[in-house]
């Protein structure tokens, strides 16, 4: 999967994607604004420029699986699976409305193209785990890609998981930490540091790259790098800027989850986009 | 001719029956946190068919998560542990991996209630029945006997979808033979009477059928129904007897809170109120202590059945 890459167009895309998921969050009274903003340019390479996904087919068995293990990002996967077709876009502005089929944390069962149900932190390693491993006992070629967060990395079963990938050598396993620093209450070095995270993920047998998480060259050349590796699973830890886009909140603790409860607190976050673009609803 | 199943302890008849369902159904897996030598699946799934086992470590919740991602791709995963470890230590893992996405895992709490034995108050779990069955999407079993077990493993083999279900690992006396069949959300009547309904499940029931027998020579006729399906629960079964016989006991290897006496009095209080009395353990947990002892100090034993069965009746009577 290999769409050409055409930087103004990925550039304008990006902005887009963080105008109407501020929308979105922001129509739905409150929501996790800072981890899904964080994750826009990582996802859309994924979908655009490395995994092989099908719209027609999503439950294909060759196709590549992404885990979202901090399930609370949703918002950014349905973006991405909104502009590749996988539901209409006029679903993206139901989010967390009654009845709803795009809810707050990321779910399978009732979203084309999510291919595991997340949301209490910790467990989506695991689940990718054992997607990776199935696929191994069926030869399949497939890679399963699973995006977690710094401060789900405080949760237990993260390290369970950790163990078990590196003692199994899962290769058609590719992880990715969104390193943007905070967690709901603090600074991740203030709160339970994770340091040295490249030092914890190659003790636990995994190959470990670092990529500029907002840098379109640093993504895919990082990516191709990690799909080249054979005997280990890859952790890449993406250094991103949470509620990136967002000048309000940017780099704040307080944009894990925005509150937005009147027209006054909505311009405020949509006024505070570095780009306004058109809604596509 | 038989199988003797019974003669075996349960824990083996697990091994062998999933390596029955395997060569059914080369999806189905066995996991397994570290125990699985208690379980009874090592060496016999581990040598007959290494690729369909996965023996994950002392990481309970890694195992059910783990579980549900092999699921999403089609496998059928029995996941064993300790009742304690896998339920209440992997509440959260089960409620959201497993159940909550609607995942076809199958989770094998192993040494249930006081069988948990020597290993004492720490590994006695008297409360996967309750909160197993408070959970969304999930089935919740309790076979007695290795017959039994056998029938209802292959049921879960067979259905779509989340089950729980204990496994006493020892010897069990026979309740059932070959021709054993397990039907979900139906209770079995081991004994039928018109003086006393006494509700069982699991570890239980075959001190409940001596009661019963005992009770039927002072003329106290039993009505017994077994109650392998925890949930779905045979509330029409219940009812009619109750009904009938004007009085209930239920008797578990369980706290009284929540489980199956827990489900009786929901059924009886909304739909049919009559005297009941729960036989189990109350709200206190386990110790290293003989059955005979722990039994005697909660009042759950035979003669406590047949103390509670004749009390009831009575009082059903006035």
Known sequence: ?281 | MGTDLHKKEMRFVYGETLNELIAQNPNVMCLEADLSKASGTNPTVLNKYPANFLNVGVAEANMISLGAGLASEGKVPFCASFTCFASRRVYDQITISVAYANMNVKIVGTAPGITAGPNGGTHMCFQDLAIMRAMPNMTVLSPCDAYELRACLRWMAAHRGPVYMQLIRMLQPQVFDDGCQFAIGKAVRLRAGGSITLVSTGYMTPFALQAADELAKEGVAVDLLHCPSVKPFDAEALVASARRTGGVVTVENQSILGGLGGAVCEILGEYHPVPVKRLGVPDQFGEVASEAYLFEKHGFGVKHIKQACRDITARSRK
């Open chain 1, 1 to 281: 999967m290999q769409e050409t890459f055409v930087r103004a167009e990925f550039d304008r895309m990006a902005a887009e994607w963080r105008y109407i998921m501020t929308d979105m969050i922001c129509r739905a009274g409150s929501g996790h604004l800072g981890g899904a903003l964080s994750l826009v340019e990582i996802v859309m390479t994924l979908y655009y420029r490395v995994m092989r996904t099908d719209p027609a087919q999503p439950r294909a068995a060759e196709r590549d699986r992404l885990v979202l293990s901090k399930g609370h990002a949703a918002p950014v996967l349905y973006l991405a699976l909104a502009y590749k077709g996988f539901f209409p876009m006029d679903w993206l502005k139901t989010l967390n409305a009654d009845g709803t089929r795009l809810p707050s944390h990321a779910d399978a069962r009732y979203v084309p193209g999510i291919d595991m149900t997340t949301g209490s932190l910790g467990q989506g390693l695991a689940c990718a785990c054992g997607a990776a491993y199935a696929a191994r006992l069926d030869g399949q070629q497939h890679r399963v890609y699973c995006i977690i967060g710094d401060g789900e990395s405080n949760e237990g079963q993260i390290w369970e998981s950790a163990l078990f990938a590196g003692h199994h050598k899962l290769d058609n396993l590719i992880a990715i930490t969104d390193y943007n620093k905070l967690q709901i209450d603090d600074f991740t070095d203030k709160l339970l540091t994770l340091e040295p995270l490249r030092d914890k993920w190659r003790a636990f047998g995994w190959e470990v790259f670092e990529m500029d998480g907002h840098d379109w060259d640093s993504i895919y050349s990082t990516l191709q790098a990690a799909r080249a590796v054979r005997g280990k699973p890859v952790m890449v830890i993406a250094h991103t800027i949470k509620a990136k886009g967002c000048c309000v909140v940017e780099n704040k603790p307080e944009s894990h989850n925005i509150k937005v409860p009147d027209q006054a607190a909505y311009d405020k976050f949509m006024n505070a986009m570095t780009t306004k673009t058109a809604l596509p609803y």
